[in-house]
């Protein structure tokens, strides 16, 4: 039996899978990331992840809403450049 690992390890796991996840789902709706500009926790198991989209200083964002807890993106929002669009989560 191993033991289980720090719980700073556990965050930054949880962490790594939310930036993938939600960078899977950028994709998969036709973006374009160039990096990631933000990840915060808001509250357990809910994050607000912010990529810069390509082209790379185009002053272009996507923020999605991420729940860990089922886990999905539950809300979008194009931020800059000449579109602002928002998309409600499922």
Do not use: C, H
């Amino acid at each position: 039996m191993q033991p289980a690992p720090p719980n700073s390890v556990q965050q930054e796991i949880g962490y790594n899978d939310v930036i993938r996840l939600s960078q899977e789902y950028a994709l998969s709706e036709g973006y374009e990331v160039a990096e990631v500009a933000e990840a915060v926790q808001v509250r357990p198991n809910y994050w607000r992840v912010r990529f810069g989209l390509a082209p790379q200083g185009s002053g272009k964002l996507l923020d999605l809403e991420f729940d860990g807890a089922r886990p999905r993106v539950v809300g979008s929002t194009e931020v800059g450049g000449a579109a602002g669009r928002g998309t409600p989560g499922p």
